[in-house]
C-alpha cells in the first residue's frame, strides 16, 4: 500500500541535543512538507520541497534543518537552537498537480525531557 | 499577504447538520481542500473543490465560491465520531505550498 511513513512515533530529546525525524513516502510524489503543530493550533510549515536536492524554508524554519537525498525521503533535524521543540511534527507529501490532495505520516510526538 | 478564516469552534448537535465556513486571501489559487483532523491523529483529506459549486461526498459536501473567495464544508446527520477539527486549505500555483487555515474545532453534544 502506498502512503508515508513517519517514525518513531513518540521522541524524547534531552536539551542540547539534536534529533532526527524520519519521513519516507512511496507514493511517487515529488513535494514533500514538514509541519509542526502545537496543541490546539493549525499547522505550521517549517521546510517544503519540490524536487530532490532542493528545498525551501517555511514560515518556522530557525532551529531547523532538512534534506532531500532522494525522492522518497524528507528527514527533519530539530537541532539544539529550536528553543521550544515540543511538538507535534508531521510529514505530507502531494503530487506536482495542483497539490489537490496531501496525504500525511502519522506524526510524531516530540517532547524534550 | 495570504491568509484563510475559519471559526475556531462550532458546536452541533448529533444528528443535525453544521456549515464550517472558510474565508481566503491568497495570491494565487488553485482550489480550496478540506481535511479532519481526530486529536492526537494526522489530517486526513475530506474533498477539494476547484470550480465553483457544491460537492458532494455522502454525509460531507463542500461549496465553493471563486468571485467571493469562500467556501464552507457542509456535514450533516452527524455523528459523535464526526468530533474533530476541520482544517481548510488554499492550494496555488508556482511553489507547490498549501496554505492552511487555523481549524474549526467542531463539537457534537448527544
Known amino acids: 500500500d502506498g502512503g508515508i511513513t513517519q517514525s518513531p512515533k513518540y521522541l524524547f530529546r534531552k536539551e542540547g541535543q539534536n534529533v532526527t525525524l524520519s519521513c519516507e513516502q512511496n507514493?511517487?510524489?515529488?513535494?514533500m512538507y514538514w509541519y509542526r503543530q502545537d496543541p490546539g493550533q493549525g499547522l505550521r510549515l517549517i521546510y517544503y520541497?519540490?524536487?530532490?536536492?532542493?528545498?525551501q524554508k517555511g514560515d518556522i524554519a530557525e532551529g531547523y534543518s532538512v534534506s532531500r537525498e532522494k525522492k522518497e525521503s524528507f528527514p527533519l533535524t530539530v537541532t539544539s537552537a529550536q528553543k521550544n521543540p515540543t511538538a507535534f511534527y508531521l510529514c505530507?507529501?502531494?503530487?506536482?498537480?495542483?497539490?489537490?490532495?496531501?496525504?500525511f505520516g502519522q506524526g510524531t510526538r516530540l517532547t524534550v525531557v | 499577504g495570504q491568509s484563510l478564516e475559519q471559526p475556531s469552534e462550532v458546536t452541533a448537535v448529533e444528528g443535525a447538520i453544521v456549515q464550517i465556513n472558510c474565508t481566503y486571501q491568497?495570491?494565487?489559487?488553485?482550489?480550496l481542500s478540506w481535511y479532519q483532523q481526530h486529536d492526537g491523529g494526522a489530517p486526513t483529506f475530506l474533498s477539494y473543490?476547484?470550480l465553483d459549486g457544491l460537492e458532494e461526498t455522502g454525509r460531507f459536501s463542500s461549496f465553493l465560491s471563486r468571485s467571493d473567495s469562500y467556501g464552507y464544508l457542509l456535514l450533516q446527520e452527524l455523528q459523535m465520531k464526526d468530533s474533530a477539527s476541520y482544517f481548510c486549505?488554499?492550494?496555488?500555483?508556482?511553489?507547490?505550498?498549501?496554505?492552511w487555515g487555523a481549524g474549526t474545532k467542531l463539537i457534537i453534544k448527544p
Open positions: 486549505a488554499v492550494s496555488g500555483p508556482g511553489n507547490y505550498q498549501l496554505i
Open positions: 505530507a507529501s502531494t503530487d506536482w498537480d495542483r497539490n489537490t490532495e496531501a496525504f
Open positions: 473543490n476547484a
Open positions: 507514493l511517487n510524489h515529488d513535494a
Open positions: 491568497t495570491s494565487g489559487f488553485y482550489g
Open positions: 520541497s519540490q524536487i530532490v536536492n532542493d528545498f
